[in-house]
């Protein structure tokens, strides 16, 4: 099976022209991981960038629309690029720390649940291992789980 290739960056001071938002979110000392309705899997919250809208809006917005989290922090950590199959995009890397989860709103997403470990059955599971580790690699302070 092909592996994807991911590189990692400094955050650019460009706004415009990335391609998806991935944010690794701790809530309550443990990481958040959501469903998505159509799929039995999990995935960290995050999602498309649209026409116009800032990456860091998005990585906002999504997290509210996907977790239902009203009160965090939000740092960018790395921009990334992913090249898998021919294909290229252009995104950003985030860790939130969420103080409080709202109701899930009306979205794509069923289920939201916290993990003590990774979970079993991955939506992206040949890139977001690996973005959690990178992660954990950039903020020591963060190893107490998974």
Same mark, same amino acid.
């Given at each position: 099976?092909?592996?994807?290739?991911?590189?990692?960056?400094?955050?650019?001071?460009? +706004?415009?022209?990335?391609?998806?938002?991935?944010?690794?979110?701790?809530?309550?000392?443990?990481?958040?991981?959501?469903?998505?309705?159509?799929?039995?899997?999990?995935?960290?919250? /995050? /999602?498309?960038?649209?026409?116009?809208?800032?990456?860091?809006?998005?990585?906002?917005?999504?997290?509210?629309?996907?977790?239902?989290?009203?009160?965090?922090?939000?740092?960018?950590?790395?921009?990334?690029?992913? +090249?898998?199959? /021919?294909?290229?995009?252009?995104?950003?890397?985030?860790?939130?720390? $969420?103080?409080?989860?709202?109701?899930?709103?009306?979205?794509?997403?069923? +289920?939201?649940?916290?993990?003590?470990?990774?979970?079993?059955?991955?939506?992206?599971?040949?890139?977001?291992?690996?973005?959690?580790?990178? $992660?954990? +690699?950039?903020?020591?302070?963060?190893?107490?789980?998974?």
């Amino acid at each position: 099976m092909q592996q994807p290739l991911i590189s990692y960056y400094p955050i650019s001071h460009k +706004e415009l022209g990335y391609n998806y938002v991935v944010i690794a979110a701790k809530h309550q000392n443990r990481w958040l991981w959501v469903r998505h309705r159509d799929r039995d899997t999990w995935e960290m919250p /995050g /999602g498309h960038v649209e026409p116009n809208e800032t990456v860091n809006n998005a990585a906002s917005r999504e997290l509210f629309e996907e977790t239902g989290a009203i009160a965090y922090t939000l740092a960018p950590i790395a921009d990334f690029a992913v +090249e898998f199959k /021919g294909k290229l995009s252009w995104n950003r890397l985030f860790l939130a720390h $969420i103080e409080t989860l709202g109701p899930l709103p009306e979205s794509e997403i069923k +289920e939201v649940k916290l993990f003590d470990h990774l979970p079993s059955t991955l939506t992206y599971s040949l890139i977001q291992p690996q973005l959690l580790s990178y $992660i954990k +690699e950039q903020t020591p302070s963060n190893n107490q789980t998974l």
